[in-house]
């Protein structure tokens, strides 16, 4: 299976910079896409950014021009450059991976158990 590990998170002052990190471990194809979710209080969750190996990068419109998603894929991990954030960032974000099956038990589909970002003066 894949664990994902969500690391960087905090809080910070509007207009502020953070940077999370994922690292993807266990049965990992090199061909994947990963990217951060995020969900605040009351809300669904929604799409950040998402970037595939070797792939070019996808960006929510609420995040562009301020957000820039990046991987290492020797090392299996996701970054995401948080700046000139506001307080309507503040939410969990959740790390994804999805990758083709590798067992019939497994949908392929793969989260991390969430890091807060909270955005405030």
């Known amino acids: 299976q894949v664990q994902l590990v969500e690391s960087g998170g905090g809080l910070v002052q509007p207009g502020g910079s953070l940077r999370l990190s994922c690292a993807a471990s266990g049965r990992i194809l090199s061909i994947n896409n990963m990217g951060w979710y995020r969900q605040a209080p009351g809300k669904q969750r929604e799409l950040v950014a998402t970037?595939?190996?070797?792939?070019?990068?996808n960006y929510s419109d609420a995040v562009k021009g301020r957000f820039t998603i990046s991987r290492d894929n020797a090392k299996n991990t996701v970054f995401l450059q948080m700046n000139s954030l506001k307080p309507e960032d503040t939410a969990v974000y959740y790390c994804r991976l999805i990758q083709v099956p590798t067992s019939p038990y497994s949908s392929g589909v793969y989260w991390g158990q969430g890091t807060q970002v909270t955005v405030s003066s």
């Open positions: 970037i595939a190996s070797g792939g070019m990068p």
